[in-house]
């Protein structure tokens, strides 16, 4: 086997940014006093209900429109480039089909936030003028949305959208080690009432995420699913996907973790899509559409007790896609 390359500045950068989020959250939640509520079984299989074959072009145009599926509402078309989001001013509360094309050069992801009531956009983007994100982040409450979205590729998922400011958000950095939030990537999306009557997709798989491990799915055919995706905390947690480089196993990524060496260089895998950071007690559905393979899912919200991303403390995934 190749030596282990050392991980990626982006990747390393990300942890950083997200550590500190993660921390935020918590002493939120904390004060707050807001506890998980209670899992959600398993949707029973159905067939996918929203597609992936609604991509937008990458150059589509921002819009919320009234989808033709039955299931949700409304659907929502947000560009990523760099350095900027190019969304609409406002879009209903209620559940949302939200489609992020990436029509940059560099791999963006829309990690949406709910402003907590207190908080109002301007003390968000003066709070992330200060290096140190953990101020500006216990503003906000993660609601997902698409993450990893390579380069003239989209990515999809369903949300059930609050009504209050959301902020979108870009924590992924290029190789200056930038994360793109401080490069632009920070922009808003007033979600109004009344709420627009649409559910959730049942979706025809679903992944449960928990401290620290995805649970329920390892094993996917080719084609489009909707994954219905359910946070038992009691930490946030994410779900990117990464297609794992030949010969690469998920046990070999955890003995580079937990290696007295550090590893260096980029990691041994490809991000391919998932869906962003999600509160604890909350569910989402994101659209998988993979060729077959080997992937994994992955996590790197950190555990703010120690500061390690949830990646080191075991959350990764294997996923079979055949
Ligand atoms: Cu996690």
Known sequence: MPEPEPLQHSHIRRLRVLALVSAALVVAAACGGTAPSAATSPPASSPPSAPASDAASPSGEPSVAPSESAATSQSLTVDAK???????AQAPAGATHLTLTNSGQELH??????????????????ALANPDPSGALALVTLVGGPTSVPPGESGSVDLALEPGTHVFLCFIAGADNVPHIAKGMVAPLEVTEPATAGELPAGDAALTLQDFAFVGLDTL???????SVTNNGPQPHEAGIVKLADGVTVPDVIAMMNAAEPASGPPPWTDVGGIAGIAPGSTATMDVDLPAGNYAFICFIPDPATGKPHLQLGMIGALTVQ
Not at 109 to 126: G, K, P, V, Y
Not at 221 to 227: K, M
């Open 82 to 88: 760099e350095f900027a989001f190019d969304l609409p």
């Open 109 to 126: 992801q829309a990690q949406i936030a709910r402003l907590n009531a207190d908080a109002s956009f301007e003390d968000l983007t003066a």
């Open 221 to 227: 055919a080719t084609g489009p699913h909707t994954v």
